[in-house]
């Protein structure tokens, strides 16, 4: 009904305008170039008139392209689209492929036509970080941090650089943020848990192995490895803060996750001696470590248990409460040969560092050898023909980095050279280093069973 009325008002108004025209008639005059134009008013209203409807059917029917079914509008972004979509994948290849330069040109192809996706600032940034272009790298990733849909991408890769970086401060900060956004994720917990262990946090990386770890992975002998180096580190803390009684139930925790752990075994060993004397309980303990872990520092650890001990003492504990627990090992054989060198029974002595060296004696075996044949017999051309065979004889062992090569004669929980963790075993160095293309084989096979 009003669109009715309007149409009526309209005419009537074109009806009035066409009388007030023919009622006051005029002429235009146009010049333009060389051409006169000479018309009456009343053709350039209709004119305009014209054109204006010209114009606004125009418009209407380029709606009318954009709305209907296969709209040209639809049809360009579709296809910008696929560009964009090519142009990604084409750069996560070209990351794969380490070729920097390509990663780039798709990147920058990506954000033309699919500027502000996740996917495309994903892949910028990921080309930055191959072309070394930090700057670029990190407003990528300040960009993706501001997004909700984004955040999480861009927080692993800032942790990821923190990490390299060395600012483990601000990966561990990160890192929180990240568990915040999506608690229980796997890598975020597993980057906290390395985090805890390179910051020495060991309370913070035992709660997080703990939670990491449940039900049968828990029991898996690498698990209690690592609790096991872990809970032994808190027990060392604990004694520097609070003393030996304090440190006591973490060490004897430690050395019953690992009994073949020989640090552990050790700690458990002092402490015992210290809190609780010479007891029942320690002779019991003696007996249960050396079965497990024979080795020189726990040898020590265990004459050193008793106060006072002459060596001819010692010598008959250790043979009848200490080496039947492993009567047949090179470790045992080792200590009582000591034992015996040390209370002047020189048969005995001789027989156990000869079964200690074995068919291959280590030079510290020659060596003790020599200092034998020099206080039995004052045989010096006997100790000269050991000394000389110790020269050429292989090395004694020692704490060697399975990562580095690195060479110690304490065990440590991380490597002074190259920081792994857990890294070192007691061996002697001619049972074959690792050349760095063993350990890049390991890793290359660590990478595969793990994805
Ligand atoms: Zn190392």
Redesign the pocket.
């Known amino acids: 009904m009003i669109r009715i009325l309007f149409i009526f008002a309209l005419v009537v108004l074109i009806a009035l305008g066409a009388v007030w025209l023919s009622d006051h008639p005029g002429d235009v005059r146009l010049t333009w170039g060389g051409y006169i134009v000479e018309t009456s008013v009343i053709v350039v209203g209709l004119l305009a008139l014209v054109f204006a409807a010209l114009v606004a059917l125009l418009y209407r029917f380029w709606i009318w392209l954009k709305h209907s079914p296969g709209r040209i509008g639809d049809v360009f972004s579709e296809r910008r689209r696929n560009k964009g979509l090519e142009a990604i994948s084409s750069g996560m290849v070209a990351i794969a492929a380490g070729d920097a330069d390509e990663a780039r040109r798709q990147a920058v192809a990506a954000e033309k036509h699919l500027s502000g996706e996740p996917m495309t600032l994903l892949l910028a940034a990921q080309a930055a970080e191959l072309n070394a272009d930090e700057r670029a790298a990190n407003i990528y990733y300040d960009r993706m941090m501001q997004r909700r849909d984004t955040e999480f991408l861009g927080l692993r890769g800032l942790i990821n650089r923190a990490i390299r970086d060395g600012d483990l401060e601000k990966a561990r900060s990160l890192a929180k943020r990240a568990e915040e956004l999506r608690p229980g994720t796997e890598w975020v917990q597993k980057d906290l848990y390395e985090l805890a262990l390179k910051m020495r946090d060991w309370d913070e990386a035992d709660r997080l192995l703990a939670k990491m770890a449940r039900g049968k992975a828990a029991k898996s002998d690498a698990v209690r490895r690592a609790k096991a180096v872990i809970t032994y580190e808190r027990a060392l803390a604990t004694q520097k803060l609070k003393g030996d009684a304090e440190a006591l139930p973490l060490a004897e925790q430690a050395h019953a996750l690992d009994p073949s752990f020989v640090p552990a075994a050790v700690l458990d060993m002092k402490l015992a001696a210290e809190v609780q004397g010479n007891s029942r309980k320690l002779r019991k303990l003696v007996a249960e470590t050396w079965k497990h872990a024979p080795h020189q520092d726990l040898a020590e650890a265990i004459r050193h248990s008793v106060a006072g001990e002459q060596p001819a003492d010692w010598l008959r504990r250790a043979t009848e409460t200490v080496a039947p627990g492993n009567p047949d090992h090179k470790e045992t054989h080792l200590m009582l040969g000591r034992a015996a060198l040390a209370s002047r029974d020189w048969g005995l002595a001789r027989e156990h560092l000869l079964k200690a060296g074995g068919d291959n004696p280590t030079a510290g075996i020659l060596r003790l050898l020599a200092e034998l044949e020099e206080k039995a017999n004052a045989d010096a051309f006997a100790a000269r023909e050991w000394i000389v065979k110790s020269s050429v004889a292989p090395q004694d062992p020692l704490w060697i ?1 399975n ?4 060479q110690e004669e304490d065990w440590h929980a991380h ?1 002074p ?4 963790f857990d ?1 070192f075993e007691w061996r002697t160095v001619d049972r074959g280093t690792h050349s760095p293309d063993v350990i890049e084989a390991e890793i290359v096979r660590e990478i595969s069973a793990s994805t």
């Open positions: 980095c990562s580095c090569g690195r490597c050279a190259c920081d792994s890294s």
